[in-house]
């Protein structure tokens, strides 16, 4: 690995072997890893196709024991939520399965089911991920994670309005629609990005929340686009035609990373997250936040398509109608770049309409950086590299 100081040689860890980093020029500062060997792939248009300024979460058709559903596709999240209703009965989850539970502490919703390796079928891709299959919702003020029974103590269980304080129309919705809308608060620090929460819809198809996002609390075990068995009937396990890692457009996501799919795209190489021992369990990538052209903040980036506001922490407090620019991954060498307005959540969707990208109000982030919510993918294009570790954005041409 030591050729001369104007070529960047790197090893990537592929998905079943290792391949090599082209030498590329110390000119480009953000290349994207050869994969030249990996053609394995398919790609899974969103079942809301329609939806072309991502008003909406993106949506993709599976089925679960054979049974369609339409499942929101979160990359703020890491993790699959299905009812249980959906072929899982009492007797298979008590005996093949690990009791647990998704507790949101902001607003004290709790998901309550068992832990099971599930298989999905994703449009002709069959995957699978330790699924949390929910038996039951319940607001639950007083609950601790660390009760040992997975579950909310009878005299707890309170009104649903209870959870949120007051007990309006918006107040009553459960930790299933809220996030949906941009009503949850983000809370990262305390896990409240696992994915339980369905997305709206107008269908009578049964629905799920499919949690893809890293660095999201989870390990990648709960990813089901991290634990792809075969495409279209062919077998991607020790294959090195495949490579684990996902592309988002704006009509869907290619499954599998190829040289195709991921031509234009300028990339960072990923640190593990902090704290894992897992060889695929990535942490956020860099980015820098600018308030109102003041000092540059260095954070971590997140482009969440479960929600249309965004968080934000930079150097300053912003305020409405402060500029607030995010620059991937760093402020000198940036290949993603976007900027917006600060808008409170009470004047949601009426300042800053005529740009693509801004959110429908912004918050605080409680870590330095920016989750700019799915307003971004309007202007950029996304990939995420599983087995090396490699974030990458393509900026959209129109």
């Known amino acids: 690995m030591h050729k001369t100081a104007a070529l960047i040689t790197a090893t990537l860890l592929a998905g079943r072997g290792a391949e090599a980093l082209p030498m590329t020029p110390l000119a480009n500062p953000n290349p994207v890893p050869a994969y030249c060997p990996f053609t394995q792939t398919k790609f ?12 909406d979460a993106p949506t993709l058709s599976i089925s ?14 890491t993790g699959i939520v299905i009812d249980s209703k959906y072929g899982f009965n009492t007797t298979y989850l008590t005996s093949k399965c690990t009791i647990g539970h998704v507790f949101y502490t902001s607003s004290h919703w709790l998901q309550e089911g068992y832990w099971c390796d599930t298989d999905v079928n994703v449009g002709g891709v069959v995957t699978s991920a330790l699924a949390l299959i ?14 040992e029974n997975h ?141 109102n052209n003041g000092t540059w903040a260095t954070g971590t980036f997140l482009a969440d398509t479960g929600i249309p506001n ?47 990208v801004q959110p429908t109000w912004v918050g605080t982030r409680s870590i330095l950086g920016v989750n700019t919510g799915r307003k971004f993918y309007n202007g950029y294009d996304l990939y995420f590299d599983g087995d090396g570790g490699y974030f990458g954005l393509r900026k959209k041409s129109n």
């Open 44 to 55: 899974l248009p969103f079942y809301n196709s329609g939806n072309k300024e991502w008003t």
């Open 64 to 77: 679960v024991n054979g049974i369609p559903l339409i499942a929101t596709m979160d990359t703020g999240s």
């Open 134 to 147: 929910r038996t039951n919702e319940v607001c639950c003020p007083a609950f601790s994670d660390s009760n």
């Open 151 to 291: 579950r909310c103590p009878t005299a707890d269980r309170e009104k649903a309005c209870v959870c949120k304080g007051t007990c309006t129309s918006a107040a009553s919705q459960s930790a299933l629609t809220r996030r949906a809308t941009g009503d949850e608060d983000e809370d990262e620090e305390d896990g409240e990005d696992i994915a339980t929460i369905e997305a709206r819809q107008t269908t009578t198809v049964g629905k799920a929340y499919m949690g893809i996002g890293f660095a999201r609390g989870n390990p990648p075990t709960h990813n089901l686009f991290m634990n792809i068995k075969s495409i279209d009937g062919v077998s991607v396990v020790d294959s090195s035609k495949f490579r684990t890692g996902y592309v988002i457009n704006s009509t869907g996501v290619w499954l599998g990373i190829t040289k195709a799919n991921t031509a234009g795209f300028k990339a960072v190489k990923l640190n593990l997250r902090e704290g894992s021992t897992e060889s695929r369990d990535w942490g956020e990538p860099p980015c820098d936040v600018q308030i």
């Open 310 to 356: 965004a968080y934000v922490k930079g150097d300053v407090s912003h305020k409405e109608g402060n500029e607030i620019t995010i620059r991937i991954p760093n402020p000198s060498t940036p290949f993603g770049e976007v900027g917006f307005l600060s808008v409170p959540k009470a004047k949601s969707g009426t300042i800053g309409t005529n740009n693509p």
